[in-house]
């Protein structure tokens, strides 16, 4: 069961506070400067041979560690001694409340989450951050999506690449014994002609794909719709993301939506299985209000996903939650609330 996390108490380990405010600062859409410093600052106290932290914070030399600054170390000094750091009191008291009011049995149901991204594509943390958190925030299962190759800005993952991502996935997931599912997974690029942007035989080895537009998002109604209509009939796609592709706020300003048949694609989605996406980032809120409806009125499946570029972001399906109980979606047809097991049987093509 998803659910927020507890705020910390004093005493608390200094890596832990740091992670906090990291996780606290992203779930709001901070700076990513600001994020960096106390990840950097985690990551640099982890290194640590055992002892040194604590050596080096009775000389008062904990600032000379790379990637500590004066608020790192305040927050690492404090720790150290006995306290809540204060600026970590200061965010559970500003920040570590519920994202939004209402919806909030439905983001208890979910159970997962079908699109989240690493440093290995554009997020901003490693595949173990990510799990971690998401093992913390009571998820029960996550499924890696990083881009796939053609989105370059995005760092999107060749054949190469995945394959040695899917060995590390493969890994993390044996090391948990059970506890928690890592998917293998990828944020496929839905080209031109409908078709996808990795090879069938890789796609083939995943245990779930999402399928997003990136370009040409201005591409006419027809030619677009039939791109889109094509790629979630593909048997290898398992859910259609943020459809119509728009941005309504943000650091990256706003962009219009993109024009298609939304109930040609939708009844192709229905007739073949695929989800569609309810993508919780506040900047997309997609698909809006109306197609959301218009899915459910033709029998959709959903996912309420986070498109997490980072840990604290993976709270975010608060969002979706909330506009889905707003417009009737219930529990069942969103695959986000089911177990993993459920998961992976539906995602796999049928033979």
């Known amino acids: ?61 904990v600032q000379e560690l790379p990637g500590i600054g004066k608020a790192t170390a305040g927050v690492i000094s404090q720790a150290l001694d006995g306290e809540l750091p204060a600026y970590l009191a200061t965010l559970q008291d500003s920040a570590g409340a519920p994202l939004v009011e209402g919806g909030e049995e439905l983001y208890a149901a979910l159970r997962g989450d079908c699109h989240s991204h690493s440093n290995w594509s554009d997020g901003g943390s490693p595949i173990e951050e990510m799990v971690l958190t998401a093992v913390e925030t009571g998820h029960d299962w996550l499924v890696l999506t990083d881009h796939s190759p053609q989105l370059r800005v995005a760092n999107g993952l060749s054949v190469e690449r995945l394959t040695k991502q899917i060995a590390i996935v493969d890994a993390i997931t044996a090391s948990l014994s059970g506890t928690f599912t890592l998917f293998k997974g990828i944020e496929v690029d839905i080209l031109d002609d409908g078709s996808l942007d990795q090879t069938p035989a890789m796609l083939a080895k995943l245990d779930l794909v999402v399928a997003s537009v990136h370009s040409k998002l201005k591409m006419n109604r027809v030619p677009m719709t039939k791109r889109m209509a094509a790629a979630v009939r593909n048997p290898r796609v398992n859910v259609l993301g943020h459809c119509t592709g728009r941005l309504v706020t943000g650091s990256r300003g706003t962009r219009a939506q993109s024009e298609f048949d939304a109930r040609a694609v939708f009844e192709a989605c229905a007739e073949s299985g695929t989800a569609v996406e309810i993508n919780s980032r506040p900047e997309r809120c997609d698909p809006p209000d109306e197609l959301i409806l218009l899915a459910k009125d033709i029998g959709c499946l959903f996912s309420i996903d986070s498109d997490a570029h980072a840990p604290g972001q993976l709270d975010m399906k608060a969002y979706g939650a909330q506009r889905a109980e707003r417009l009737g979606i219930s529990a069942e047809r969103i695959i986000t609330t089911w177990s993993a097991d459920r998961l992976r049987d539906w995602a796999a093509p049928e033979p």
């Open 1 to 61: 069961m998803v659910a927020l996390v507890p705020p910390l108490s004093a005493p608390v380990e200094p890596g832990e506070a740091l992670r906090r405010i990291a996780f606290l600062l992203e779930r709001t859409r901070a700076g990513s400067y600001r994020v960096e410093a106390f990840r950097k600052a985690a990551a640099t106290i982890a290194a640590l041979p055992a002892g040194e932290l604590a050596t080096r914070h009775t000389a008062g030399s």
